[in-house]
Nanobody, 117 residues
């Protein structure tokens, strides 16, 4: 069983930045971040494969950057120019190579990000 442990959430003012981190208990091909805001659909924000291929939601493009350290089985999400609508619980997610299921197989416990003045 894979464990994903997030850190780095918190309260930040609009226009500010936060960096989320997620450490996995073993190597995972695809890692990323999904978020859930109250009353809104869950959104897959960013993903990155172990080979470096990335994907972003439209809301994240230009403001968020995903990166990973394969040696540490860790993925990061650098979030800049944060807006109140970025407020959500952010979940680290992951999937193994060849897993074509629409939802990630592995989920972290979530970390709260609140953007407010």
């Amino acid at each position: 069983q894979v464990q994903l442990v997030e850190s780095g959430g918190g309260l930040v003012q609009p226009g500010g930045s936060l960096r989320l981190s997620c450490a996995a208990s073993r190597s995972i091909f695809r890692m990323g971040w999904s978020r859930q805001a109250p009353g809104k659909q869950r959104e897959l924000v960013a993903t990155m494969t172990s080979s470096g291929n990335t994907g972003y939601s439209n809301s994240a493009k230009g403001r968020f950057t995903i990166s990973r350290d394969n040696a540490k089985n860790t993925v990061y999400l650098q979030m800049n120019s944060l807006k109140p609508e970025d407020t959500a619980v952010y979940y680290c997610v992951g999937g193994d190579y060849g897993d074509s299921r629409p939802e990630p197989a592995y989920w972290g416990q979530g970390t709260q990000v609140t953007v407010s003045s």
